[in-house]
Nanobody, 124 residues
Framework: QVQLVESGGGLVQAGGSLRLSCAASGRIFRIYSMGWFRQAPGKEREFVAAISWSGGRTLYADSVQGRFSISRDNAKNTVDLQMNSLKPVDTAVYYC?????????????????WGQGTQVTVSS
């Protein structure tokens, strides 16, 4: 199995920044592409960003394009999400996920392993 643990969430004012990190352990060889999703209260989980194993390919949701940046360090088995210019609508629980395939996907059902999530709250 693969274990994913997110960290870095918290409370920030609108316009501020946060950096989320996801640490992977266990059967790391099963991890190829990775992604971040989020779920706001009363809403469905939505795609935020994804990154290939090499880090050379990335994919972003339109709502975060230009504000968020995903990166990874395979030596440390981590994937980060740098979030800038945060807005109240970015408030959600953020989840890290991994796939046993290097294609970038924006659909949560195509991810194999999930973390428990970390809360991000953006105040106005």
């Amino acid at each position: 199995q693969v274990q994913l643990v997110e960290s870095g969430g918290g409370l920030v004012q609108a316009g501020g920044s946060l950096r989320l990190s996801c640490a992977a352990s266990g059967r790391i060889f099963r991890i190829y592409s990775m992604g971040w999703f989020r779920q706001a209260p009363g809403k469905e989980r939505e795609f935020v960003a994804a990154i290939s194993w090499s880090g050379g390919r990335t994919l972003y949701a339109d709502s975060v394009q230009g504000r968020f940046s995903i990166s990874r360090d395979n030596a440390k088995n981590t994937v980060d999400l740098q979030m800038n210019s945060l807005k109240p609508v970015d408030t959600a629980v953020y989840y890290c996920a991994s796939r046993k395939n290097d294609d970038l996907r924006s659909v949560d059902s195509e991810y194999d392993y999930w973390g428990q999530g970390t809360q991000v709250t953006v105040s106005s």
